[in-house]
């Protein structure tokens, strides 16, 4: 496996971890919801890595997979760190998330999806 903040190499040993373990992409359940529910989720969960689909102002759809930085008011946006960049100097990999766009996200085993 490889550390989405590091890019590092690591293993994990024991079923027990492996459970436990937080993961963008997989999900053991669906629930569908509001778009005002689904922002309510996304904007609470600090440091916990998800992916989210979202409307992007061009009309095309996107798919991020990060990790909550900062978070306006309900229905506003929320900054977030994209995982599948590598940090540089030249790009911080910093992503704006606009609630009111939201699609999808997959957070904690569950996916949601917008009613």
């Given at each position: 496996a490889v550390d989405l903040n590091?890019?590092?190499?690591?293993s994990i040993h024991g079923l027990s971890l492996i459970d436990e373990l937080l993961s963008?992409?997989?999900?053991?359940?669906?629930?569908k919801v509001t778009k005002t529910?689904?922002?309510g989720i996304l904007s609470s969960t600090y440091n916990t890595p998800f992916t989210v689909e979202f409307e992007k102002s061009d009309g095309t759809i996107r798919k991020l997979r990060g990790r909550l930085i900062s978070a306006e008011p309900m229905m506003g946006?929320?900054?977030?760190?994209?995982?599948?960049?590598?940090?540089s100097a030249k790009e911080s990999g910093l992503r704006l998330v606009?609630?009111?766009?939201l699609l999808s996200l997959i957070i904690n085993g569950v996916k949601y999806i917008k009613k």
């Open positions: 590091d890019g590092q190499r690591f963008a992409d997989d999900y053991k359940s669906e629930e529910r689904m922002a946006r929320c900054q977030v760190l994209d995982l599948d960049i590598l940090k606009d609630n009111r766009t």
